[in-house]
């Protein structure tokens, strides 16, 4: 993870936040906190409420040393902004355009997960109106976004439901016309963060009110109760920290990443670890994952914003 180090105190660094996806107010809050540490770590970061009609000009006119992309979500996370920074010439922290495009469209990223032998959940993508109208594969099953991050539109469909999600009629601004329908994993929510090349450590996840990882747990302060280094055993732990290298390569990350994973085991049953999907913008708020897995691994705040801007280049 050896990396070039630019001088804070002649280095500016824009933090891009907010956008106009449906994961604005956590990209608002991880643009906060990244810029908080920013500052503490001596950078002349300047904090940027991204308008669609108004990036490119500020961006432009500002001309700063380093884009440090805090946006989540469409437009912010799929490769649309890399390719903004790559137009106009100004290196920026996370991945590419490719590896983000790819990342964000789940079910094109298992392609190249199943083809790195990482086990995935079997899915099928099915028109919005057929999901809502009848069962896509025998419950239990998950319903989600093609492209959408934070759990944001995700629906378990259970036998206790009485039905598919006719809901997810009403959502079609955050499904567009066709949805991801994927068996369902039970078990426990493990998470893993990939710091360059290196894989840190996993996190058992607990969610106190819903059962699973959805929205409020993971942004809700108490929302959710990590347990770090999670207790698994050893050649499982190493398998999904392997699995996390794996997958950042696989779709061709840069900087930092996170993975999700169920992992159902059950008593009785051979253990089943299922990589869900990487995450090449992960959360930077006071609740999220990857400060607390790079603090266990000795890198504060500071340290690791430090480091991504020091990562932040062209060409990604």
């Not at 964000?104 to 959940?121: D, R, T, Y």
């Not at 036998?159 to 809901?167: F, L, S, Y």
Request: charged share 20%.
């Amino acid at each position: 993870m050896n990396t070039p180090r630019r001088n804070p105190e002649q280095t500016t660094v824009a933090v891009l936040m907010g956008g106009w996806s449906a994961e604005r107010k956590v990209s608002l809050a991880s643009g906060e906190a990244c810029y908080g540490a920013l500052r503490r770590a001596g950078f002349n970061a300047i904090m940027v409420d991204v308008k669609r009609e108004t990036i490119h000009g500020v961006l432009t006119e500002m001309r700063p040393d380093v884009v440090f992309n805090a946006l989540h979500g469409k437009w912010g996370e799929d490769g649309c902004a890399a390719a903004l920074f790559e137009t106009i010439g100004i290196p920026y922290t996370h991945s590419g355009v490719r590896a983000s495009a790819v990342a964000m469209h789940k079910e094109m990223s298992k392609v190249l997960f199943k083809a790195a032998g990482i086990p995935v959940a079997e899915s099928k993508l099915v028109d919005l109106e057929a999901a809502a109208e009848d069962h896509a594969m025998p419950v239990p099953y998950v319903v989600k976004p093609v492209a959408e991050g934070s759990s944001v539109g995700v629906h378990i469909v259970t036998e206790a439901k009485n039905g598919p999600p006719k809901i997810i009629l009403e959502q079609r601004d955050i499904f567009g016309d066709r949805v991801m329908v994927e068996r369902f994993i039970p078990g426990r929510e493990l998470t893993c963060a990939v710091m360059g090349d290196v894989a840190l450590g996993v996190i058992d996840i607990v969610s106190k009110a819903s059962g699973w990882y959805d929205y409020q747990s993971k942004y809700a302060p108490g929302g959710s109760q990590h347990i770090l280094p999670a207790d698994l055993p050893v050649e499982i732990y190493r398998k999904v920290q392997l699995h996390a290298l794996q997958a950042h390569q696989a779709l061709g990350c840069k900087g930092v990443s996170r993975s999700d994973f169920r992992l159902d085991d059950a008593p009785g049953k051979e253990p089943e670890l299922i990589l869900l999907e990487t995450n090449t913008q992960p959360g930077m708020t006071g609740t999220s994952l990857v400060p607390e897995l790079a603090a266990h691994a000795g890198h504060s705040f500071e340290e690791l914003v430090t480091w991504m801007v020091n990562d932040a280049t062209l060409d990604r």
